[in-house]
C-alpha cells in the first residue's frame, strides 16, 4: 500500500484525489510510536523531496516532513528553502524539525537569500521561539531595507524574552524612520517576561515606553503593561 | 531559652516580610489605579477602570477607589461607579449610596445600576421609589439593579410589596418578578392579571407569557376574560397561547386548554374561542369546526372567528367546506375571508404551497370583495408567480389598487425580484402609472433602481 502510495506521488499534481496518498497519511501516523518506521518514513520522504515530482507533490511531502523530520531532511529543505515555488513549505517544515541543524539552516538562508525569501527566512527563525535565534537576527536591525528590519523585529518580539528586548532597546534608539514594529515586539518582549513572572524586566521596559515623548497609542500599551505589573505583583 | 526567643522573633519577622510587600505592591497598583481615573484621556481611565473592577482586591483599596468619586466630573464618575458595581465589593455601597444625591442623571443612574450589585435588601426602599420616578433613566436603572441584586428575601418582598402598590409600581414590580424568573411568586402575578388597571394586567399577562408554566393556564383564562376587547384582550390570547406552546405535543396541548377551559362558566366560554384559534392543533379544530358548523347561529360566528385566527393553514379546508355550503351570505363572507387569512399564513408551508392555496381561493371567490381579498393575501407567497397571478387584474379598476399593493410588496423582495428584474421592471412601470398612492410608486422607483425600502413603523 505505502509503495503504490509513493508511487502515486510521483504523479500527483495540483487536483488529483488526496485519497491516493492515505497510505502515506496513515505511516505517518503509526511512526508516532516507532522510530525505526518513522527514520525509514522519513528517508522516502526525502528522496521525494529530491526527485522531480511536482510542486504540489513537493508542498504534501514537506508537510508530512514537518510533522516526522528530523535533521537528516534539514539539506534537502535547506535547497527547496531557496526556491521561489516551494520555499513556503519548505521553512514549514524547518521551522518545526527540533534541533540546532534547521536553526542553522535558516540562518544562512536569512544571509544568503534576497528579497521576500530573505523576509521569509528571517519569520521563521522567529517561529521556532528559540532564544539562540536572537544572535542570528539582530544583525538584520541595521539592514537597509526597512521590510527586513520590520521582519527581524517581528520576529524577536515572537521570540520574547529579555535577550530580544536587549536587542531590540538599542535599535529603537538609534532607529530614524518607522518604530512601531520595533516597539510593539519590544512590548510583546515585555508581555512574556511578564509572563515568565519576570516582572521587574517587563516594568522596566514598560516604564521606558511610557514617557509622553511616545505616541499616545504606545503610552497606552505601556500603561496597561504596568498595571499588569501592579496587579502581577500584588498576587505574588 | 533566651536563644529559643531569638530564633521565634526571627521566624516571625520572616513571616511578615512578604505580606509587607504585598501591601506594598498593592498601594502601589492602587495609586497607579487612582492617578489614571483622573485622566483626561477616557481609554486611559478605561484601563484603570479595568483594574478597578478586577485587581487589588480587599475593602480598603475599594475604600481608595470609592475616594476617589467626589474629584471626578460626572462622566468619570459614573464611570467608576460602574466599575465599582462590577468590583461587587460592598464596601463601596456607602459612597455609591451618596451619589444617588448628585444632580447628574447619569451618575445617579449608574449608582442605582451598582447597587444591583452591592447593595443589599435595606436599598430596596430606594430602588422603590426609583422605580416610578420622573426621569426614564433612572426607571431603567432601578429595574436592572432589581432583577440583579442577590438576596434570597427579595423576590417575596416584591411579590407582597406589588399587592399593595400603586397600579405604576405594581406593574413595574410585576415587571421585574418576570426578568428575575420569579417562578414561586406566579400567584401574585396570577392575581394581578385581572387588576382593575389594564396596565398592571397587561404587565402581569406578559410575565405570564415569559415564565408561565401549563399547571396555570385554568388560572390565566380569567385574566383574558377581564381583557378588554382589541389590544389588551389580543395581548392576553397571545400570551396564553405562548404559554400552551410549552407543551411539545398537540394533542395534549388541545386536551390542557380544553380542560382549563372546562373551569370557565359555559356562559363566557364562547369569548375563548378565538384564544383557542390561536392555540391550534388537529384536537383543537374538531372542537372549533362543531361550534362553526352547530345549530346555534350566535355561536357559529365565534367559531369561525376563532378558526380564522388559527396559527397555521390547517383550519382551512374546514373553513372552505363552511362557506362552500354556508346558506347565510353574512357566514358565507366570514368563513372565506377567514380561509384567505389562514392560506395565507407565513407557517411551516413553503411559497409555493401558499400560492397553490391562493390560486385555490381565486377559484372559489364569488364577489369582488373575496377576490380583493385574495389578491391582497397573496403577497405573502414569496414567488414570481404570485406577480405573474395578480399581475391581469391591473387591468380591472375594481382590484387595480389592491393588484397594485400587492405586486409593489413582492417586489419588495428582492430574492424574487432580482432574478426577474426585467419583468418586475415592466410591471412596476404599470404600477407607476395606474396608482395615486405616493408610497407605492417611491417604492416602485427605488425597487427598480435596486434600493431597499425601510417600512415605516
Redesign the interface.
Known amino acids: 500500500m505505502l509503495d503504490q502510495a509513493f508511487e502515486a506521488l510521483k504523479k500527483y499534481d495540483y487536483g488529483t484525489p488526496i485519497s491516493e496518498l492515505q497510505a502515506i497519511e496513515d505511516a505517518v501516523v503509526a511512526s508516532h510510536t516507532d522510530a525505526a518506521v518513522r527514520q525509514d518514513l522519513e528517508k522516502r520522504l526525502i528522496a521525494a523531496l529530491d526527485s522531480g515530482i511536482s510542486r504540489d507533490a513537493k508542498d504534501y511531502v514537506c508537510r508530512k516532513v514537518a510533522m516526522i523530520g528530523s535533521p537528516a531532511a534539514v539539506p534537502v529543505l535547506s535547497k527547496l528553502a531557496a526556491s521561489e515555488e516551494n520555499s513556503h513549505l519548505a521553512r514549514h517544515a524547518l521551522e518545526r524539525i527540533p534541533g540546532p541543524e534547521a536553526a542553522a539552516a535558516l540562518a544562512t538562508a536569512a544571509t544568503q537569500l534576497t528579497g521576500k525569501l530573505k523576509i521569509g527566512a528571517i519569520a521563521s527563525i522567529g517561529a521556532r521561539r528559540e532564544t539562540a535565534g536572537v544572535a542570528s537576527l539582530a544583525p538584520f536591525l541595521k539592514d537597509a531595507d526597512p521590510a527586513v528590519v520590520r521582519s527581524a523585529a517581528l520576529s524577536l518580539g515572537t521570540i520574547g524574552g529579555a535577550e530580544a528586548a536587549a536587542v531590540l532597546q538599542p535599535a529603537i534608539q538609534s532607529a530614524t524612520g518607522d518604530k512601531t514594529a520595533l516597539i510593539d515586539s519590544l512590548l510583546q518582549c515585555a508581555e512574556s517576561l511578564l509572563n515568565s513572572k519576570k516582572t521587574a524586566e517587563a516594568k522596566a521596559i514598560y516604564e521606558s515606553l511610557s514617557g509622553d515623548q511616545q505616541p499616545r497609542l504606545i503610552r497606552l500599551a505601556a500603561t496597561r503593561g504596568l498595571l499588569a505589573c501592579g496587579a502581577k505583583a500584588v498576587e505574588s | 531559652m533566651f536563644r529559643r526567643s531569638v530564633s521565634f522573633l526571627m521566624l516571625l519577622a520572616l513571616c511578615a516580610i512578604p505580606r509587607i510587600a ?1 501591601a506594598d ?2 498601594s ?2 492602587v495609586e ?2 487612582v492617578k ?1 481615573l483622573s485622566n483626561p ?1 477616557r ?2 481611565r478605561a ?2 477602570l ?2 478597578v473592577r ?3 482586591k480587599g475593602a480598603a483599596q475599594t475604600q481608595a477607589f470609592a475616594a476617589q468619586l467626589p474629584k471626578l466630573d460626572d462622566s468619570a464618575r459614573a464611570a467608576l461607579i460602574t466599575a465599582l458595581g462590577d468590583r461587587g465589593d460592598a464596601a463601596a455601597r456607602p459612597a455609591v449610596l451618596e451619589q444617588l444625591g448628585s444632580t447628574n442623571e447619569d451618575v445617579r443612574a449608574a449608582a442605582l445600576v451598582a447597587l444591583g450589585e452591592i447593595g443589599s435588601a435595606s436599598d430596596l426602599a430606594v430602588l422603590l421609589k426609583s422605580l416610578t420616578s420622573a426621569s426614564g433613566a433612572e426607571q431603567q436603572a432601578a429595574r436592572i439593579a432589581l432583577t440583579r441584586m442577590r438576596d434570597a428575601t427579595l423576590v417575596k418582598t416584591i411579590a407582597a410589596e406589588s399587592k399593595s402598590a400603586g397600579p405604576q409600581l405594581r406593574g413595574k414590580l410585576i415587571e421585574v418578578l418576570a426578568a428575575r424568573r420569579a417562578t414561586g411568586e406566579l400567584d401574585a402575578i396570577i392575581a394581578a392579571t385581572t387588576d382593575s388597571d389594564g396596565g398592571v394586567r397587561t404587565i402581569a399577562m406578559n410575565a405570564l407569557g415569559q415564565i408561565g408554566k401549563p399547571d396555570q393556564l385554568a388560572a390565566m383564562l380569567p385574566g383574558v376574560l377581564k381583557a378588554e376587547k382589541g389590544r389588551e384582550r389580543d395581548n392576553a390570547e397571545r400570551n396564553v397561547a405562548e404559554v400552551c406552546k410549552r407543551i411539545d405535543n398537540e394533542d395534549q396541548r388541545g386536551a390542557a386548554l380544553i380542560s382549563a377551559l372546562g373551569t370557565i362558566d359555559a356562559g363566557q366560554r364562547d369569548e375563548l374561542m378565538p384564544l383557542i384559534g390561536r392555540v391550534g392543533g388537529r384536537r383543537l379544530i374538531k372542537f372549533v369546526a362543531d361550534i362553526a358548523t352547530g345549530d346555534d347561529a350566535s355561536r357559529r360566528s365565534v367559531g369561525i372567528d376563532a378558526l380564522g385566527k388559527w396559527p397555521d393553514a390547517s383550519s382551512a379546508d374546514t373553513l372552505l367546506e363552511i362557506a362552500s355550503k354556508a346558506k347565510d351570505a353574512a357566514v358565507r363572507r366570514q368563513a372565506f375571508l377567514a380561509f384567505v387569512k389562514v392560506c395565507a399564513n407565513r407557517d411551516d408551508r413553503n411559497d409555493q404551497q401558499r400560492l397553490e392555496r391562493m390560486k385555490q381561493a381565486l377559484k372559489e371567490a364569488r364577489t369582488t370583495e373575496e377576490k380583493i381579498a385574495v389578491i391582497n393575501r397573496t403577497r405573502t407567497a414569496y414567488d414570481v408567480e404570485s406577480m405573474r397571478l395578480v399581475r391581469p387584474f391591473l387591468d380591472q379598476p375594481e382590484y387595480c389598487q389592491a393588484a397594485c399593493e400587492t405586486i409593489v410588496e413582492l417586489a419588495h423582495q428582492r430574492q424574487i425580484r432580482d432574478p426577474n428584474k426585467a419583468e418586475f421592471d415592466s410591471v412596476l412601470d404599470q404600477v407607476i402609472k395606474l396608482t395615486d398612492n405616493k408610497e407605492l410608486i417611491e417604492r416602485a422607483n427605488r425597487y427598480k433602481r435596486g434600493e431597499t425600502w425601510e417600512r415605516k413603523r
Open positions: 504585598g505592591a498593592s502601589d497598583l497607579q489605579i489614571l484621556d481609554e486611559f484601563a484603570g479595568e483594574k478586577t485587581s487589588a
